[in-house]
């Protein structure tokens, strides 16, 4: 196994996506190559970092636009449906 | 019947990340006709909602106009929910809809989701530097923010748009073709190239020393 077959993997690996010959494969060259380390590591980092981050709240106009459109269609049934308070 | 009072406080405790259990409970109390239960479903996804409709479209009227119109449209139409999905994913197909909607209006040349794109070249990683333990730590929370804000935003929409479903907002591989109608080969490349693109920018901040 190369590196750029590394790369062509990656996102599999990291999904845990591949059968377990080619995930033993890369893991293999892995131990060998330090670059390659990296760059499954920083990219496994890159995606935790987004997946971790925590959404910012609401602009407090935009949450206010948001809801004062909600209230005025939660106001109406929705056909069929006769609303709880 | 009373107005419907929403409550600006539980939003912005509930961890984001976190689906929570009763999902399916308010789900089905807001099909009954409980409008409570769909504001708070609104309220416990509507930072995810616009982070979503922002990211996609780059454009915060628009973002703010996808969010307000996929949470209307996902109660207008909640009858049609039948349940074979999280809620959440539902109502994530809704936004991407209302948000591509925008992002196609307002840029008529950008590159069409369903083009075939080429994803083959410049994929070798030049940079290799490590990042070192805990690299977010040297950054503030709202530094953090608007780091990985600059850095998404640079992407070009077909591969920002897939590793925000993938990555961000954790839809499958399989639901994230089916909301963009684009084959699962395609989704995928688009994700190694968004996480390789994204992994270099970030390299400028987090490799070792970047900010010291």
Partial sequence: ?85 | MNSPKLDPVQAHTLPSQVVKADEPILVAAAKSGDVSAFEALVNRYERKIFRLTQNITQNREDAEDAMQEAFLKAYEHLSEFEGNSRFYTWLVRIAVNQALMKLRRRRSNVVSLDDEIDTGEDMIPREVEDWGPSPMERYEQTELAGILSKVISELDPPFRIVFQLRDIEQLSTEETADALNLSIPAVKSRLLRARLKLRQKLNQYFRQGANS
Wanted: with cysteine; charged share 35%; hydrophobic share 35%.
């Fill in chain 1, 1 to 85: 196994m190369k590196c750029k077959d590394i790369v062509k993997e990656l996102a599999d690996y990291l999904d845990e996506a591949l059968d377990a010959s080619l995930r033993t494969s890369i893991e293999e060259h892995l131990v060998k190559c330090k670059d390659c380390r990296v760059v499954v590591d920083t990219t496994k980092q890159t995606i935790e970092i987004f997946c971790n981050s925590e959404p910012a709240p609401l602009p407090s106009p935009t949450r206010e636009r948001l809801h004062q459109a909600l209230i005025k269609r939660l106001r109406r049934p929705r056909p069929g449906i006769t609303p709880q308070a």
